[in-house]
């Protein structure tokens, strides 16, 4: 059965350092997700993309965070320069379709930590 | 702004025990909600969505709009259940897709 993949399983970086997590959405899908958890908080949303363009954002979302789909099989979450509170767990998804009832595959997630 | 609550961190049960995770919600407008499942060392993966009304694993879950719930009932719990469980919400119309997600519930049966 198709997974969504992520890469590496933990990153460790200094402050002020940019990072970039790698994600791998299963093949026919057209709908891809970044979401985070802090640890012992819940998962929170980041980013939609779709189309070559984020549909949707939300306010962690800010100018220190970039995605990218470079060619046809990732897609990145790219944050310029680290902080103390970017430590989490980040989850990739994708979806084939939007709309009611798409499912979101979930990848097994990158635990970021922040030095 | 949609909200999820998900009032119990810890649920603990025998085996064998009736099992109800309670999940709250708050959205103006018409919600999709969701059930997802996190077991030990595995990813985040779908159980059930209210718009399929189906029965996964035994578990079922009806949405209440009158008391904005999606409460996750099991007649008998197993083992095999012990698991992180987070009720997500979703737009059901209006465009976007994005989960707002509980807190989660540790799900614990214990023999």
């Known amino acids: 059965e198709p997974e969504v993949t992520q890469t590496p399983s933990h990153q460790v970086t200094q402050m002020g350092q940019e990072v970039i997590l790698r994600c791998v959405p299963i093949?026919?899908?057209?709908?891809f997700y970044w979401y985070r958890q802090i640890l012992g908080q819940k998962v929170e949303f980041l980013v939609s993309?779709?189309?070559?363009?984020?549909?949707?954002k939300s306010e962690i979302f800010d100018d220190q965070f970039s995605v990218e789909r470079p060619d046809g099989s990732n897609f990145t979450l790219k944050i310029r320069s680290t902080k103390l509170e970017d430590s989490a767990m980040y989850f990739c998804?994708?979806?084939?379709?939007?709309?009611?009832?798409?499912?979101?595959?979930f990848g097994p997630g990158t635990r970021l930590t922040v030095l | 702004a949609q909200r999820v609550t998900q009032p119990e961190k810890l649920l603990s049960v025998f085996k064998g025990a009736p099992v109800e995770l309670k999940c709250n919600y708050s959205?103006?407008?018409?919600?999709?909600l969701f059930w997802y499942v996190q077991y030990s060392r595995q990813r985040l993966q779908l159980l059930l969505r209210?718009?399929s009304r189906e029965s996964i694993k035994g578990f079922t879950a009806d949405l209440n709009k009158g008391e904005t719930s999606f409460h996750l009932k099991k007649p008998f719990a197993q083992e095999e259940d012990s698991a992180m469980y987070y009720c997500?919400?979703?737009?059901?119309?209006?465009?976007?897709?994005?989960?707002?997600f509980g807190t989660g519930t540790q799900l614990k049966v214990e023999l």
């Open positions: 998804a994708s979806s084939d379709i939007a709309g009611a009832s798409n499912e979101q595959f």
């Open positions: 997500a919400l979703k737009k059901l119309t209006g465009g976007g897709n994005k989960l707002t």
């Open positions: 993309f779709y189309n070559n363009e984020i549909s949707e």
């Open positions: 093949s026919n899908h057209l709908y």
């Open positions: 959205y103006s407008g018409s919600p999709e």
């Open positions: 209210h718009i």
